[in-house]
C-alpha cells in the first residue's frame, strides 16, 4: 500500500504508536512507510527497548529473525519496559515453533508476547491488525476486535491447513521449504524432504467408500505427525501424498562448525528412525471402517530427498523425492527411498 | 521508578550463577550501596530507562556488555554512566584498546579490584556510608584476639 493511503488510514484512526524492533528487511514491511509515524523503528535491539520504556505505544512488532538464543531476553525487556504495549511477533516459517512458545512464557504475570504473525507481513495489514488492538477497543467495543482477530486467524488457518486432517497444505509446505532452505544455506544446516503416499489408497476408496478413505488420511495424519519431531514440519500436498520436512530446529544453533558438517555428511540418516517408526505405528493401525483382515495392510512409499546433497531449491528438492517415490513404487510399494540408493528401503540402510 | 539524585546505584549484569556476579554483589551490600541484579544487558537496558539517579554503575563481564555491535557503551555514554567491566579471558588487546578510549569504562581484573578502583570514585556519600557501615560493624578488639594460640589449646585438650 503506498505510504500516503496509509498515512490517511492512520489519521483515520485514533491509535497510538507502534514501535518495530529488529531488522525489519525480512519481513517484507514497507520500508519507507515504516520510517514514519506512526511507526518507529530501532534495528538495533537495545535502542528498541530503550525506546519502549520511554514512548508510549500501543504496540510494538518484534523481528524474530537475527535475535536467535536473544529472542526470550529481548521480549521479556521489552514487555518489562512497556508491560501496557500489544506486543506481536514477526516470525518466519520456521520461527513459528519458537513464537508460540514464547507466547506461553510469562514475565510478572504477564505473557512476554501476545500474538505473532508470520512473515512476509504486509504494512497495511499489519497496521491493521495491531491497531485493532488494545488502542480501539474503546471506540469499537472488545466484541467486534475480539472476533475480527479470530476471522484473521481463521483465514489465516484455511490458507495454509488441510481441512481433512488438519495437517499444512501444498501451498505452505512449498512457502516453508523455501524458506527454510534459504536459512539452512546461510547456516550451514540441513534439510530433508520426505515425500510418500498410501499404498492401493484407490483400492481403499472404491472397496470400502471414501468414508474409508478419508479416515485412512486423518489416520495416518496423526500418526506421521506423533512420530515427527515437534519443531519438523508435516503437510497433506495431494490425495492421499503427504510431505514431512525435517529440519534441524533450533538446537542447530549451538553445534559447531565441524559438528555441522559431519552431521551434514550423515543426512538423511537421522529422520530414517522416525520414518521406521511411522511405518511400524501403520502396520499396527486398524481402521474402523475397514475389514478386520486388512488390519496391518496399510503401508506406504515413499522417497526421500535432502538439501544441499539432492538439490539447492524447494522444486528440485520435490523432484528428487517424487522421483525416489516412483522408484520405491515401481519396486513393489512398501518401501521408501533415497535419492540415489534406489537398491534398498531405508531399512536396509538403517 | 522516581529515584533522588545524588547517591549511587549499582546495576550487576550477569546470571546469578557467576561467581564475578555474586563476589559483586556482596560488595556493594557491604558499602550499603542500592543494588539492582540483571540477568543480562536486555533487562539492565529496561531498567536504566525508567531510572532517573544522578549516578549509576553498571557491572558486569565485559563479554556481557559489549553486546549488540557495542551499543551499550555508547548508550552507557550517552546517559553519563561508568560502566566497570570484568576484563575476562575472551577480552582481546583491541577490546581493551577500544573500550579504553572511552572515558566511562574502567577495568577491573577481578572482584577485589572494584572496591579500590570503582568505590573511592563516587560521591562521599558512598565512602560516608561505609565508613559509617565500618564503625557501626568493626568490634572494639581485633577478633584475632580471642583466638586461642595453638599452645592453649595444645594446653587444654593435650598435644
Known amino acids: ?350 | 521508578m522516581e529515584e533522588s539524585e545524588g547517591h549511587l546505584l549499582a546495576i550487576v549484569v550477569g546470571s546469578y550463577s557467576d561467581r564475578f556476579v555474586q563476589q559483586t554483589l556482596n560488595i556493594f551490600s557491604d558499602y550499603e550501596i542500592e543494588t539492582v541484579h540483571c540477568e543480562n544487558i536486555y533487562s539492565a537496558v529496561s531498567r536504566l530507562a525508567a531510572n532517573n539517579h544522578g549516578n549509576v554503575l553498571v557491572v558486569g563481564r565485559f563479554g556481557q556488555l559489549d553486546k549488540e555491535q557495542g551499543r551499550f557503551f555508547q548508550m552507557a555514554g550517552e546517559k553519563g554512566l561508568v560502566c566497570c567491566c570484568l576484563a575476562d579471558g575472551n577480552l582481546t588487546a583491541r577490546d581493551r584498546r577500544t573500550s579504553a578510549a572511552k572515558e566511562n569504562i574502567i577495568f577491573v581484573n577481578e572482584p577485589m579490584e572494584i572496591e579500590e578502583k570503582i568505590i573511592k570514585l563516587f560521591s562521599d556519600d558512598v565512602v560516608l556510608r561505609s565508613e559509617k557501615k565500618k564503625n557501626k560493624e568493626a568490634p572494639a578488639f581485633n577478633r584475632n584476639d580471642f583466638l586461642a594460640t595453638k599452645a592453649e589449646l595444645d594446653a587444654l585438650f593435650g598435644a
Not at chain 1, 496509509?6 to 531488522?23: C, D, E, F, K, P
Not at chain 1, 488441510?162 to 521449504?177: A, C, M, P, Q
Not at chain 1, 472404491?206 to 505427525?225: F, N, P, R
Not at chain 1, 522444486?315 to 517415490?325: H, I, N, R
Open chain 1, 1 to 350: 500500500m503506498p505510504s500516503l493511503e496509509l498515512s490517511r488510514m492512520v489519521s483515520n484512526q485514533n491509535t497510538g504508536r507502534i514501535l518495530l524492533a529488529g531488522n525489519v528487511t525480512g519481513t517484507f514491511l514497507d520500508a519507507d512507510a515504516v520510517a514514519k509515524p506512526p511507526f518507529e523503528v530501532h534495528s538495533n535491539v537495545l535502542d528498541a527497548i530503550d525506546a519502549a520504556a520511554k514512548g508510549s505505544f500501543s504496540a510494538i512488532g518484534i523481528v524474530m529473525s537475527g535475535l536467535s538464543e536473544r529472542l526470550n531476553s529481548v521480549a521479556k525487556a521489552i514487555r518489562n519496559a512497556n508491560p501496557d504495549a500489544k506486543i506481536v511477533l514477526l516470525a518466519q516459517v520456521y520461527e513459528e515453533s519458537a513464537a508460540k512458545k514464547l507466547i506461553g512464557i510469562s514475565s510478572n504475570g504477564t505473557s512476554v508476547a501476545d500474538d505473532y504473525l508470520i512473515c512476509p507481513v504486509r504494512t497495511d495489514w499489519f497496521y491493521k491488525y495491531v491497531s485493532g488492538g488494545p488502542a480501539t477497543v474503546e471506540t469499537t467495543g472488545p466484541f467486534v476486535d475480539y472476533s475480527a482477530q479470530m476471522r484473521i486467524k481463521q483465514l489465516e488457518r484455511l490458507a495454509t491447513e488441510d481441512d481433512l486432517t488438519g495437517l499444512k497444505n501444498r501451498r505452505y509446505i512449498w512457502e516453508f521449504s523455501k524458506q527454510i532452505i534459504k536459512h539452512a544455506a546461510k547456516e550451514n544446516g540441513r534439510v530433508t524432504l520426505l515425500v510418500f503416499d498410501i499404498d492401493y489408497f484407490k483400492h481403499y476408496n472404491d472397496t470400502y467408500g471414501h468414508s474409508a478413505g478419508d479416515e485412512i488420511l486423518k489416520q495416518t495424519a496423526v500418526l506421521i505427525k506423533r512420530c515427527c519431531r515437534p519443531h519438523d514440519v508435516v503437510g497433506r500436498i495431494g490425495g492421499d501424498e503427504f510431505a514431512v520436512v525435517f529440519w534441524d530446529g533450533p538446537a542447530h544453533k549451538s553445534a559447531t562448525e565441524s559438528e555441522r558438517r559431519s552431521l551434514q555428511a550423515d543426512h538423511p540418516k537421522e529422520t530414517i528412525p522416525i520414518i521406521m517408526r511411522f511405518r511400524k505405528e501403520l502396520e499396527k493401525t486398524q481402521i474402523s471402517l475397514l475389514n478386520p483382515e486388512n488390519k496391518g495392510a496399510l503401508a506406504v512409499s515413499g522417497g526421500l530427498a535432502s538439501f544441499p546433497r539432492d538439490g539447492s531449491t524447494v522444486k528440485e528438492l520435490f523432484e528428487q523425492a517424487d522421483k525416489a517415490l516412483l522408484e520405491a513404487k515401481r519396486s513393489g510399494k512398501n518401501k521408501v527411498y533415497l535419492v540415489g540408493k534406489h537398491e534398498s528401503d531405508i531399512a536396509d540402510i538403517a
